[in-house]
């Protein structure tokens, strides 16, 4: 784990395929969600190759060879990718070994996997759904101690 | 070459009407595979 001694970063998260699909997809609580980080720079989506793979294969299915392709570009230019061994869940391990606070999955069965190795001290993350995340992430609670200093408002625009 | 912005994205993927239900399968159909 990279996580420091501190545990893992309040302002970081990764978020399953599902979820990123969800995102690109229907306009609802995954893009709400994941623009809280396309709107703040000090906001760190973590993915790794296996999560990008298995949602490029859903874009692929759901979309065209071309949305997938550009989509998988701009993802990695949002997300900081990390390693993680072969066969893990990939959104739990790629938070896990990037330090990240919060996994989003629309998965039940993830947050019930998260719940009872973070019962038996394995993990330190947190599972939430896309409108939970969404609707506790508050950026001008946070700004001051992950930043410092008065929030200045949102330091991107989401769309571009 | 002008970078693809996530608003192009967005608009693009509408076209495919796709719904969360559609996503959910296809990820646990493809890990299923796996």
């Not at chain 2, 002008?2 to 959910?24: I, K, M, N, P, S």
Request: charged share 30%.
């Amino acid at each position: 784990m990279t996580e420091d001694a501190d545990g893992p970063d309040p302002a970081a998260f990764a978020a399953d395929a599902d979820v990123l699909a969800a995102d690109l997809f229907v306009d609802g609580d995954a893009r709400e969600a994941l623009d809280v980080a396309r709107t703040h720079d000090w906001v760190t989506l973590v993915a790794s190759e296996p999560l990008l793979d298995d949602t490029e294969a859903v874009v692929r299915a759901l979309g065209d060879d071309d949305l997938a392709a550009e989509w998988r570009a701009k993802a990695e230019s949002l997300a900081t990718l990390v390693d993680h061994p072969e066969g893990d869940q990939p959104a739990l391990s790629a938070a896990v070994h990037g330090g990240a606070a919060h996994v989003l999955s629309m998965d039940d069965r993830l947050q019930s996997a998260a719940t009872g190795a973070a019962l038996s001290g394995r993990v330190d993350v947190s599972v939430k759904s896309p409108a939970g995340f969404a609707r506790l992430f508050d950026p001008e609670t946070l700004y001051p101690t992950v930043v410092g200093g008065e929030y200045p408002g949102p330091d991107r625009d989401p769309r571009e | 070459m002008t970078e693809t912005t996530w608003r192009d994205l967005f608009d693009r993927a509408a076209d495919h009407g796709v719904t969360v239900e559609d996503v959910q399968k296809v990820l646990a159909d493809h890990r299923d595979d796996d």
